[in-house]
């Protein structure tokens, strides 16, 4: 039996994007897969309310807003470190851990984007980040990444050895969209009358890196009267700028922004499109790719080596340029049945239970029981 605590602390319910989800299904996947390890999840009350799952473990909720960073960073090397002393290990899922903790610790990194992309990142969270960040992975008995493209440049920026880190995959549960959601969702966007409209979707809080300024332009020229552009998501650092593009858009009308949508709605656009597109400049996974492609819907993404390792030839890349991804979304269309069957073969080695038992086997090198990894 081992007995770990997680740090789910950091976690602010919809304001970390694809982290959270990240989290939670491996979380998932654990509880389904390895019995013989017990978690104490700490967490805020807004994200232990947002995902009954968690429940299948022991949830240590605090009242306090742990959302601010302000409060939260204090509460991680106070109230936490000494609350988790009886732990087998330690599990900080947002890329830092206190200075102090005794015991085995795992740290997961979702991306280093600060150090590629840190014109946007405020001062004082870039501050942080260059202080906390190297320290943390180095301290860490384990590291766990989101892909190998991760735990490479993990390697390479703080020296660690490579055998300290495990590759955590995202696990995406079976779609569950009904094929009467999926034809209301379409008349919804598209219209009652079948036009022969297509539906493009771009499911990303509206950070600067999220290329939703690339794609409203390449929609602009390469959508006709019926198509329509749908951008779900948070709303993010580049909010007014993704706004005041779509006012100033020749097709504005084609768009819609409806914000940060639940799971079902969710769901539902994902399996509705007619093709998903993810055109970031960074990311250290991109769950909507698997998402979408175990939904049977084809896939753009942009020329980024986390998003082409996760795509595995099943999606198609558009390299920088607008002209680029307006090719693509021709690709996408005219070679639609391919890559419906590429995308539902690779989501296959992207299941809860893949993802559990990646976290299992980290938990288990932690507390050095590397023999017992399935």
């Not at 979380?27 to 390890?37: F, H, K, M, R, S």
């Not at 890329?95 to 280093?112: E, K, N, Q, S, Y």
């Not at 922004?257 to 079902?264: A, E, K, L, S, T």
């Amino acid at each position: 039996m081992i007995h770990a605590a997680v740090n789910l602390l950091w976690c602010a319910h919809g304001r970390v994007g694809g982290s959270e989800e990240y989290l939670v299904r491996q979380l998932d996947g654990l509880a389904d897969v390895a019995p013989e390890i017990s978690c104490d999840l700490h967490l805020g009350k807004p994200l232990a309310e947002a995902h009954p799952s968690l429940r299948r473990h022991r949830l240590r909720t605090t009242g306090l807003d742990v959302d601010r960073r302000a409060i939260r960073i204090p509460v991680e090397h106070t109230a936490f470190a000494i609350g988790t002393r009886g732990a087998d290990l330690v599990h900080h899922g947002g890329g830092t851990a206190p200075l102090w903790g005794r015991g085995p610790r795992v740290v997961t990194v979702h991306d280093l984007q600060y150090l590629r992309l840190p014109q946007y990142f405020t001062r004082a969270r870039l501050t942080y980040l260059r202080a906390m960040m190297g320290q943390s992975v180095r301290r860490a008995t384990v590291v766990t990444t989101p892909t190998a493209h991760v735990a490479t440049t993990v390697t390479e920026a703080f020296g660690i050895d490579p055998d300290r880190i495990v590759v955590v995959p995202h696990g995406v549960p079976a779609p569950r969209t009904s094929a009467d959601e999926i034809a209301a969702t379409r008349e919804r966007y598209l219209g009652a009358d079948d036009r022969g409209g297509r539906l493009v979707l771009l499911p990303a809080i509206t950070h600067p890196h999220k290329g939703h300024l690339r794609l409203i332009s390449a929609f602009a020229r390469w959508s006709t009267p019926v198509d329509r552009l749908v951008l779900i998501g948070g709303v993010g650092a580049a909010e007014q700028d993704v706004m005041n593009a779509i006012r100033t858009s020749d097709v504005a009308e084609r768009i819609d922004r409806p914000g940060r949508v639940d799971d079902d709605q969710r769901d539902s656009l994902i399996a509705a499109a007619d093709v998903l597109v993810l055109p970031s400049e960074e990311e250290g996974f991109g769950a909507p790719v698997i998402e979408a492609m175990a939904a049977g819907t084809p896939v753009i993404v942009s020329d980024i080596p986390a998003l082409v390792e996760v795509g595995g030839g099943a999606a198609v890349v558009a390299t920088d340029g607008i002209d680029t991804l307006v090719e693509a979304l021709e690709t996408a269309v005219a070679d639609r049945d391919r890559l419906i069957a590429a995308g539902l073969e690779r989501s296959r080695h992207f299941t809860t239970a893949t993802s559990g038992a990646a976290l299992a086997a980290a938990y288990r090198k932690a507390v050095g029981m590397e023999e017992e990894t399935p």
